[in-house]
């Protein structure tokens, strides 16, 4: 990106970002019509190491690791990774031993840094890491087949990483085929855009897509907006009116949040999926509809058919063949990307993104997924333009975004606690017990928060405390 501040630690005038992504003007279209379909690898997991943003700049390039120790600096020979200047001459000795990851801080001036812990000695994890070395952000990964096979890439306004790679190289086939679809995500994941890659790749992307909200039709209203309506019907009905069935004949109609419809609606959906005819209110004779369905929910469907809140026939009807999209927090290689996207689009002046940001970001669950991402950078940036700055930074990020709403309401009472010292809260655990939590996540910091349902920052405060050391978690507490 144009216009990075060399000046300042976090964020360096980079050449062009480090990438295996090469589809930067292809259409999605283009990209998935012509993607192979088996995308599945041969042999074993290959342990290894990605860069995920070097100097202001999203990166993805994968390194194997192995026992024999890779030393990571100013001075490093691997052809595979960009040097960094930010970084000492020998910064860091990594290595993948007995199942570990094993990192070696080699006396750095900046420190190394993994989920925003600084490594003391040494850093050992079975678990996927997030690594800092000077204004470099890792991956450490227990298979980096999948981005040394996809890479990530950005194509049109998408963001596609390994996984969803993979999603959408199965929306295509399913496309091809002509088939209908059932894609089960969370809120913000991208289910929409999905739809609109689907629609785009299938034999019916000249005609109608129809899309419902269901969960935002209103109440009473759901029969006469999907089936329609005929003059006289109701009173108020002075003319005949087209449902959204009959408005997505020929093309696609997207049934978004299908589990809100209330069961009578149900039952006259699958009549309609059953028979391919539509019956309008008020009128006597069907009409035939032939369109293809993509429903979809954040919901689990079994457990509301096993309640009685959704029909089993019609949950037999829709649900096969499933996608499911991955949240954002299991395909965190596209947040620098994503966070670099958004910074493009909406900065009015070249605004460079600092490290810390994007560390940051990568640390939190993000339940929102993409699309609270996208609202909370999009927010930072406006502010950092207000402020008449140059550098978006952690600081730019609110403590509660990003976070699960427990969390987010954690923090409140412990920023609250602060203010009113006396006395010790309710909820406080003991020592032994922040122990143990950090012990059955493998001393991460992050997941250990998120476990325990609190801010990193709370965590951390309890931490220091109680004398707390992830480094020493072993070891028996001093008397």
């Known amino acids: 990106m144009p216009g990075r501040n060399s000046e300042e630690h976090g964020a360096s005038a980079a050449p062009s970002p480090p990438t295996s992504a090469g589809a930067a003007t292809r259409t999605l279209r283009e990209t998935m019509l012509n993607a192979p379909i088996e995308v599945t690898d041969e042999g074993g997991p290959v342990p290894g190491?990605?860069?995920?943003?070097?100097?202001?700049?999203?990166?993805?390039?994968?390194?194997?690791?192995?026992?024999?120790?890779?030393?990571?600096?100013r001075e490093t020979d691997d052809e595979a990774l960009p040097v960094d200047p930010n970084m000492s001459r020998r910064h860091l000795e990594l290595r993948h031993l007995g199942g570990d990851f094993c990192v070696r801080d080699l006396g750095s001036r900046n420190g190394t840094f993994v989920?925003?812990?600084?490594?003391?000695?040494?850093?050992?994890?079975?678990?996927?890491?997030?690594?800092?070395?000077?204004?470099?952000?890792?991956?450490?990964?227990?298979?980096?087949?999948?981005?040394?096979?996809?890479?990530?890439?950005?194509?049109?306004?998408?963001?596609?990483?390994?996984?969803?790679?993979?999603?959408?190289?199965?929306?295509?086939?399913l496309a091809r085929a002509g088939s209908n679809v059932f894609l089960r995500g969370e809120s913000g994941s991208g289910k929409e855009r999905a739809v609109q890659a689907f629609h785009a790749m299938g034999p019916r992307s000249g005609r109608p897509l129809v899309a419902v909200n269901c969960g935002a039709v209103p109440e009473g209203m759901a029969e006469r907006l999907l089936f329609g309506t005929r003059r006289g019907a109701y009173s108020g009905a002075a003319s005949d009116a087209e449902g959204y069935v009959q408005a997505a004949d020929g093309g696609l109609l997207f049934l978004d949040e299908v589990a809100e419809l209330d069961l009578r609606i149900q039952a006259k959906l699958l009549r309609v999926l059953e028979t391919k005819q539509v019956l309008p209110l008020g009128e006597n004779r069907p009409q035939q509809v032939d369109f293809l369905l993509c429903a979809a929910t954040h919901k689990d469907l079994r457990a509301a058919v096993a309640r009685g809140a959704f029909r089993e026939d019609l949950y037999f009807r829709i649900a096969r063949p499933e996608v499911v999209l991955p949240p954002l927090r299991e395909r965190i290689e596209e947040i620098p990307w994503l966070i670099d996207t958004v910074v493009q689009q909406t900065a009015e002046?070249?605004?460079?993104?600092?490290?810390?940001?994007?560390?940051?970001?990568?640390?939190?669950?993000?339940?929102?997924?993409?699309?609270?991402?996208?609202?909370?950078?999009?927010?930072?940036?406006?502010?950092?333009?207000?402020?008449?700055?140059?550098?978006?930074?952690?600081?730019?990020?609110?403590?509660?975004a990003g976070m699960h709403f427990e969390a987010a309401a954690a923090l409140d009472s412990a920023e609250y606690a602060a203010q009113h010292p006396p006395g010790k809260s309710r909820g406080t655990p003991g020592r032994a017990e922040i122990v143990a939590a950090l012990r059955a996540q493998d001393g991460n910091v992050s997941a250990t928060a998120r476990a325990m349902g609190v801010h990193r920052t709370q965590l951390r405060r309890w931490m220091e405390r109680f004398g707390v050391d992830v480094q020493t978690l072993d070891q028996p507490a001093a008397d």
């Open 49 to 73: 190491l990605v860069l995920l943003h070097s100097r202001g700049a999203p990166a993805c390039v994968a390194r194997p690791l192995s026992a024999t120790p890779l030393v990571l600096g």
């Open 115 to 173: 989920d925003g812990a600084q490594v003391c000695d040494e850093h050992r994890s079975a678990a996927a890491r997030v690594l800092r070395a000077g204004t470099s952000i890792f991956l450490l990964c227990p298979d980096i087949r999948p981005f040394r096979r996809f890479g990530v890439e950005r194509i049109e306004d998408m963001v596609l990483g390994p996984s969803l790679s993979v999603t959408w190289r199965t929306l295509a086939q």
């Open 349 to 400: 002046r070249p605004i460079a993104v600092h490290t810390s940001f994007v560390e940051a970001c990568l640390s939190r669950p993000w339940p929102g997924n993409v699309r609270e991402l996208i609202v909370e950078t999009r927010a930072a940036v406006h502010q950092v333009q207000a402020e008449g700055r140059s550098t978006l930074k952690h600081s730019h990020l609110p403590e509660r």
